[in-house]
């Protein structure tokens, strides 16, 4: 893989000074001593997500549970059947009833149908499992597809991190330690676009960082620990759906956190495939915050569609 283009966040950490206008709308700590059903649904299926991952999703606690103040999403060497496809793609035209067997299992949390946000500021504090195939995402999807399936109505990854740790001899400390922050858009697939951008982070294999968006109407921003590492303008994004001006990131999105096992980007990079050691792999999430700016007349009008409490 070429790395040349890629820069090099520095190890030092700028915390973000917050401006008064800024408002908690939602918030999970995770200090209780259990999922929160009101905030978190799971997606149970062997699909693979359309990107050929290994894992099946459950709802077990062996995959996902609340343990000593943090959201651990547990990915496990383990055979098990599910359903073949996700709910969304089950349609008449399907076998609703269809199984697959993979060999891992692991966990897909979503607020979908609980909470979603138009515009604001969305942060993860999360420490990310490192190995050859492991997938970490933080990502949010649209509420509903108003202007065509994916990825007509977008995309937004917060973060996504592929083989953390894995030999690298272009990456400083020779480990690899690349972050991407990456939106989806355009036309209904295969007709979709995207802009990435991948970044240098080696504090990412220390431990806990705090990932974050700022989503404006006009700009998407990337940070992490508070330095911001990407910016998107929405003169770079469009919709076949919609002429709007910023289509398809006008909507109400949702978040979702999950950890795939291997899958064309991951499979792809580093050591190539998938190493089976050193599992369950585990992302562990510290807390998940949103804050929005009331007095802006775009968020306040996007207030209506955001569901759940803090």
Not at 53 to 60: D, F, G, N
Not at 189 to 195: E, F, I, K, T
Request: with cysteine.
């Amino acid at each position: 893989m070429i790395r040349s283009g890629l820069a090099v966040l520095a190890l030092a950490v700028s915390q973000p000074v917050w401006a008064e206008e800024w408002q908690l709308v939602w918030a999970d700590e995770f200090d209780g001593t259990a999922i929160d059903p009101a905030k978190w649904g799971f997606e149970v299926d062997c699909w693979g997500g359309g990107n050929n991952e290994r894992q099946c999703y459950t709802a077990s606690t062996r995959n996902a549970a609340v343990v000593d103040g943090k959201l651990v999403i547990t990915a496990r060497r383990q055979r098990a059947t599910g359903p073949a496809l996700p709910k969304a793609l089950r349609t008449a035209g399907t076998d609703p009833n269809a199984e697959v067997s993979r060999d891992f299992t692991s966990a897909r949390l979503t607020t979908r149908g609980k909470a979603a946000w138009r515009y604001g500021r969305i942060e993860v504090r999360a420490s990310l499992p490192q190995g050859q195939g492991t997938w970490p995402a933080i990502w949010m999807l649209p509420e509903a597809d108003r202007y065509g399936r994916w990825a007509a109505s977008g995309e937004i990854d917060i973060l996504e991190a592929v083989n953390l740790g894995v030999p690298c001899a272009a990456c400083p400390g020779g480990r690899e330690n690349t972050i991407l922050g990456t939106l989806h858009f355009g036309g209904v697939w295969p007709a979709n676009a995207q802009a990435s951008t991948e970044v240098h982070a080696p504090q990412v294999l220390e431990g806990f960082c705090t990932y974050a968006i700022e989503w404006q109407p006009d700009r998407i921003i990337w940070q992490i620990d508070g330095r911001t590492f990407a910016e998107r303008r929405s003169s770079e994004w469009w919709s076949a759906g919609s002429t709007a001006p910023g289509a398809p990131f006008d909507q109400p999105f949702h978040l979702i956190l999950n950890l795939a096992i291997g899958g064309k980007l991951a499979e792809t990079r580093g050591a190539g495939g998938i190493s089976d050691r050193d599992f369950p792999k585990r992302l562990a999430i510290d807390w998940v915050r949103v804050w929005q700016k009331p007095a802006d007349p775009a968020t306040a009008a996007a207030g209506e569609a955001n569901r759940g409490g803090k």
